[in-house]
């Protein structure tokens, strides 16, 4: 019983630590890198960390986070997020929780999956922080596709780039950075996974 009571509250620790992560990236430079349609995200790697360590549950509420953070972001900042929520405020909730959310769930879920079918080994920890950023762009795009592409701002953004479907699109506005994202977010993501799990291991 005082086992299994210990083994909660250093869950509950370790997930405390990472949300108060993923709000110290949210709201400084080190969650995000700015560029003129779309920022380059960062917050996946803590999402990714606890999806990973501590299941789809925390990965879901990990991401719930980083989504709610996002949402906020559209009622101060001046980019993309922010002409979203003045032209459908639902849909921009979706876009930036609902997204975020899932990309965590489904972090946990496939590592879980991974990690039983490849028994621990560490191509399911590169797999599964990999498809924490990659979920987070189709989810995000996706529902922006989903909910906007018909709107005179995202027409616009076709016209500018001189395309004229969804995916597209996708492709001409996320190339580069979304590969940074995916890249960056993965690396360090799986990284930090292992050296954590293999010290939680020792420790046990």
């Not at 969650?31 to 349609?37: D, V």
């Amino acid at each position: 019983m005082k086992n299994s009571n210990r083994i909660d509250t250093r869950r509950l620790v370790q997930l405390a630590l990472l949300a108060a992560i993923t709000l110290v990236m949210a709201y400084t430079p080190l969650g995000y890198f700015r560029t003129p349609f779309l920022s380059v995200s960062f917050l996946t790697v803590p999402v990714a960390i606890g999806a990973i360590l501590l299941g789809p549950t925390a990965g879901a509420l990990l991401g719930l986070i980083f989504g709610l953070t996002s949402f906020a972001d559209a009622f101060t900042g001046a980019g993309m997020k922010a002409i979203l929520l003045a032209l459908n405020p639902a849909a921009c909730f979706v876009t930036t929780v609902v997204a975020r959310l899932l990309c965590g769930l489904l972090c946990g879920l496939l590592f879980a999956a991974l990690a039983k079918a490849l028994k621990g080994g560490k191509l399911a920890y590169i797999l599964a922080a990999l498809s924490c950023p990659l979920c987070n762009t189709i989810f995000f795009m996706g529902f922006i596709m989903l909910f906007y592409f018909n709107s005179d701002y995202i027409q616009g953004m076709c016209a500018d780039k001189g395309v004229g479907n969804p995916f597209t699109l996708v492709i001409a506005l996320v190339g580069v950075q979304g590969l940074i994202e995916l890249v960056v977010c993965g690396i360090l993501a799986s990284a930090i996974s292992m050296a954590v799990a293999k010290f939680l291991q020792k420790k046990a």
